[in-house]
C-alpha cells in the first residue's frame, strides 16, 4: 500500500534545484493541489455538458408583402426572450416543413434582438423553396431555423464604402447601411431594379441618407444598369460591397478585378458557375442510378432533375447541407467546409475523373 504523497512533500524545487525554498511557488502549488482534489470529488464530468442547440423555434409576428413578388416576415422568440445575436450581413438558415433547407439575411435593424425580419423573393422557376416560404407561413406560425452565421461582415476598418444593390439583394446590406451611417462611415449606394415597385425596402434604403443613394429603376432608364453605372466614382481603394443577381456580380468583379487589391465583398444568392468542371459520372448507390454530370453543371444541378427533393441551402459549398458519403471514386474537393476523404459536396465538387460513387 502506498502512501499518497501531502501536499509539502511533492512542492516543487526552487530555481535552484533546492526543494522547499521558494515559498511562492509551494502556496501555488499547494493552491492548485487543492483545487485538483476539490475538482476530483465534485460530480462535474465533461461528457455531462450538452452539446449546443443548433436548431432554434421562432414564431412569425408579422407577414408583410415589401414588393409584388417579395414577402417580408418577422420572427420573434417564442417565449419573448431574445434571439441569437448578429451583425449585418448574417443568414439564418430556415429549415421547411418539407425538409428543404434555405438561407435568408436577416434585414432588421442591425443586431435587433427582439425579432428577426427576413424577406424572400419568390421564384417560380426554383427549387420550390422560396414558393413555400410565401405559402406556408402565416402569422402564429412557428417556423425552425439555425445560425445566424456571417459571411459577409462590413469591415471594422473601412472609411469609403460603396454598395451596390441588386433587387433582393438589398437584404443583406441594408442592415450593413445603417451600421455605415452609425459609424460615420463615408458611404454610398446604388440600389437598381426593374421598377420602383419591385425594389423592396426601397423608401428605408432611401430615407437613412437620400444624398447618398442612387436609385436606379431600369424602366425608367429604358436598360439595365451598366457596371460602369454601378460603379460610378468607386475609385480604386473604395470597398465595394455588392449583392443581387449572378449578371451583376460577375461584372462587378469583372470590372474590381482591374485594379490590383481593390476591396471587393460579395453575397451571392444563387451558385456561381461551374469553372474548370470536366465531365463526370455519378452513380447513387442506394437508387442503382448513373447520372451524367456536364462540364458546366453541378452533381446537385443534376441531381435535382432526377430527384427534386435532393438537400441543398447555398449551394455554394460553405452550408454543409449537401454533403453526402462517398463510397467509390476520387473527389475534386472544392467545398468552402470541410469535406472528409470520404464526403462530398454536391453542390460544388466534382469528381477527380472518371465515376464516383455517392450513398444517395
Ligand atoms: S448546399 Fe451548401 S454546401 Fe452544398
Avoid at 189 to 209: K, N
Avoid at 222 to 247: H, S
Avoid at 313 to 328: E, I, M, N, P
Wanted: proline share 7%; with cysteine; charged share 25%.
Amino acid at each position: 500500500m502506498t502512501t499518497p504523497e501531502s501536499i509539502w512533500s511533492s512542492r516543487p524545487a526552487d530555481l535552484y534545484g533546492r526543494p522547499g525554498h521558494d515559498r511562492l511557488g509551494t502556496v501555488l502549488w499547494g493552491i492548485r493541489v487543492l483545487l485538483g482534489g476539490l475538482a476530483s470529488v465534485s460530480r462535474w464530468e465533461p461528457s455531462r455538458v450538452q452539446p449546443v442547440r443548433r436548431t432554434l423555434t421562432a414564431v412569425v409576428t408579422k407577414r408583410e408583402l415589401v414588393a409584388p413578388d417579395v414577402v417580408a416576415l418577422t420572427l420573434a422568440d417564442a417565449d419573448g426572450g431574445l434571439l441569437p445575436s448578429w451583425t449585418p450581413g448574417a443568414h439564418i438558415d430556415v429549415q421547411l416543413p418539407s425538409g428543404r433547407r434555405r438561407q435568408y439575411s436577416l434585414c432588421g435593424p442591425p443586431g435587433r434582438r427582439m425579432d428577426y425580419r427576413i424577406a424572400i423573393r419568390r421564384i417560380a422557376d426554383g427549387g420550390g423553396g422560396s414558393i413555400e416560404m410565401h405559402d406556408v407561413y402565416r402569422v402564429g406560425d412557428t417556423l425552425l431555423f439555425e445560425g445566424p452565421r456571417n459571411a459577409f461582415h462590413l469591415g471594422a476598418a473601412e472609411r469609403d464604402v460603396l454598395f451596390v444593390i441588386g433587387g433582393i439583394g438589398v437584404t443583406p446590406i441594408l442592415p450593413m447601411m445603417r451600421l455605415a451611417q452609425q459609424r460615420g462611415i463615408k458611404w454610398r449606394a446604388i440600389y437598381s431594379g426593374r421598377s420602383h415597385e419591385y425594389m423592396p425596402f426601397l423608401d428605408e434604403v432611401v430615407s437613412l441618407a437620400p444624398e447618398r443613394v442612387t436609385v436606379w429603376a431600369d424602366d425608367e432608364h429604358g436598360r439595365f444598369a451598366t457596371v460602369d453605372d454601378l460603379l460610378a466614382g468607386a475609385g480604386p481603394a473604395t470597398a465595394v460591397y455588392v449583392c443581387g443577381p449572378t449578371g451583376m456580380l460577375d461584372a462587378v468583379r469583372a470590372a474590381r478585378d482591374e485594379h490590383a487589391d481593390a476591396p471587393l465583398h460579395y453575397e451571392r444568392f444563387s451558385p456561381p458557375p461551374v469553372v474548370d468542371g470536366d465531365p463526370f459520372e455519378l452513380e447513387l448507390a442506394r437508387s442503382n442510378r448513373v447520372l451524367s454530370v456536364p462540364a458546366n453543371r453541378s452533381a446537385l444541378d443534376v441531381m435535382l432533375d432526377h430527384d427534386p427533393m435532393s438537400a441543398y441551402s447555398c449551394r455554394q459549398g460553405f452550408c454543409g447541407t449537401c454533403k453526402v458519403k462517398v463510397l467509390a471514386g476520387q473527389v475534386d474537393h472544392r467545398g468552402r467546409t470541410a469535406e472528409g476523404d470520404d464526403e462530398m459536396l454536391v453542390c460544388v465538387s466534382r469528381a477527380n475523373g472518371g465515376r464516383v460513387v455517392i450513398d444517395a
